[in-house]
């Protein structure tokens, strides 16, 4: 059977006896022989139907360190995964370490084990002068400068925000009385030379790449969201990304360590916010395919 789609997963007979039942491990789906995935270390039911993600492991347990309640904790290599409630809300948030891969994976094996939506609480360098550094972007699309999703969809392919992921993100960093934009973001593979940093010994290929994506209007620079996007959308998970901002572009300044935690925990407020907004706008939709601003929030 070609390789192996549509087969019965990761388990057969080896060795042709129908005594000598051994398991066998698909190469296309790898699981561990207790069921989880192979690189986020979660198996089914550990995994809260919205899950907040971000590259940094700190963040994560900064996060989670405001639930109410643990009920799981997964680490394997740089993936850690804490699921417990917050507001009575079943929530998950799930450190992957930083790129456009390790995101792959993440909502790759993610998606085989439940049907989140995916929030990205994540940090970006802004390209416009007017966006502060510590303010909060939120992204209505990215700009596919990675190429991890090339590997699914082509080129001309968009990487959208879902709109209800995208509108709860802005209305709780509106409820939170939080400065904050609303715009596209560009998703480059790599912190340096992809986001056309001028280090000495490292010159970028396209030293005029922050500036020619500020004069189209792009918003800001990260690593995750396009390939988030993308694969959520291929997947029919809804997915948003808002952004607390570290650097600012154009007047070249990186937020200051003593700032950096409240940058933090503002877009960790954003998104645990952003779920009780989703909630209300799931509990007023009903059975309806989507929300609608007439439906209002329940
Ligand atoms: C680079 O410093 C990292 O920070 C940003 C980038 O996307 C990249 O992962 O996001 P996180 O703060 O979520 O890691
Ligand atoms: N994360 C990025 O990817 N770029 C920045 O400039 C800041 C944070």
């Not at 129908?18 to 698909?26: D, I, Q």
């Not at 450190?95 to 995916?118: F, K, R, S, Y």
């Not at 939120?138 to 990487?159: C, D, H, I, K, M």
């Not at 939080?178 to 396209?206: I, K, M, W």
Request: glycine share 12%; net charge positive.
């Amino acid at each position: 059977m070609g390789k192996g789609r549509g087969g019965t997963g990761d388990r057969g007979i080896t060795g042709g006896s129908m005594k000598r039942r051994r398991a066998v491990r698909s190469a296309e789906v790898v699981r561990t022989s207790a069921g989880r995935q192979y690189h986020i270390g979660c198996g089914r039911g550990d995994v809260a139907p919205f899950v907040l993600l971000c590259g940094d492991p700190a963040r994560a347990r900064r996060c989670a360190s405001k639930f109410q309640r643990v009920r799981v904790e997964r680490a394997n290599r740089e993936y850690l995964t804490i699921t417990g409630s917050w507001k009575g809300i079943p929530v998950s948030v799930m450190a992957t370490g930083m790129g456009p891969d390790n995101t792959e994976i993440a909502v790759v094996e993610l998606a085989q084990i439940c049907e989140p939506t995916l929030l990205r609480i994540g940090s970006c360098g802004a390209l416009q002068k007017g966006i502060p550094i510590g303010s909060i972007v939120v992204s209505s699309g990215a700009v596919r400068l990675e190429n991890t999703s090339t590997w699914f969809v082509p080129e001309g392919y968009p990487a959208v925000a879902d709109p209800e992921a995208a509108l709860a993100l802005l209305q709780a960093a509106s409820d939170l009385k939080l400065e904050h934009s609303f715009g596209l973001t560009a998703t480059a593979p790599g912190f340096y030379g992809a986001q056309a940093r001028d280090v000495p010994g490292f010159p970028p290929r396209v030293p005029t790449l922050d500036a020619d994506l500020a004069r189209i209007g792009v918003a800001n620079l990260e690593m995750e969201a396009s390939a988030l996007f993308t694969l959520a959308t291929l997947r029919g998970l809804r997915a948003g990304c808002a952004c607390a901002v570290f650097a600012n572009r154009p007047a070249n300044r990186f937020i200051e360590e003593k700032d950096k935690h409240r940058a933090e925990d503002d877009v960790i407020a954003v998104g645990l916010r952003a779920i009780e907004v989703l909630v209300a706008m799931d509990r007023a939709r009903g059975k309806r395919p989507r929300w609608l601003p007439e439906l209002g929030l329940k």
